[in-house]
């Protein structure tokens, strides 16, 4: 029989999605008491610390991430702006344009800027916003830790809807890129 058991950080990204505080208490009892119940009741399973060290190693790696709206509907928004919060004017008034478009308000998504969190891959902000759709304006999926797609099309990674396309402000000037992306959009059916 294979063994169950992992120390893969990304396995265990999938179980421990909760803070773990670690606690010293002076009294051992409970060490001792545990200790019996694994050489007793399952030899084959290594200590507990094996398994926990990981875990705690994974969530101090998770960044505090500050966004705009409330994410109701799970729909992660990145755009990439070193300058502004968001984007500049034109950038701003396209992207209201995109949401106003597929239906959505401030409380259906998460809009995050990317240039903000440099490094931050696909399964912490996966992790995080629990997204379903996922819109990259100025995000390259490399970026990601993803293989390279095309833009503006769908794609599905792990059960999530994912759309690259240019940062704003260079999807504002391109009217094929918008027609393109406006024809992607229509597909997802919000």
Sequence with gaps: MVSQLTTNGEGLRLFFTDDI???????????????TYLKEEVPSLAQP???SEPAVSLIKEQPEFKFLGNNNRNILILVNDEQNDVSDEKGREL???IVKSINLSASDF???????YKGASYEQLK???SSVIVFAFGVSAEQLG???????????EGGVKLIFSSALQKLDEDT???????GSLKQLGL
């Design 95 to 97: 992207l209201r344009k």
């Design 146 to 156: 993803l293989k390279k797609h095309p833009e503006n099309m769908v794609i599905t």
């Design 110 to 116: 998460a809009l995050l800027n990317y240039a903000k």
């Design 21 to 35: 505080y670690l606690v010293n208490e002076p009294d051992s009892t409970l060490k001792e008491e545990s200790q």
């Design 49 to 51: 610390s094996v398994v």
């Design 127 to 129: 992790a995080r916003f």
């Design 176 to 182: 094929n890129g918008k027609k393109v992306l406006w």
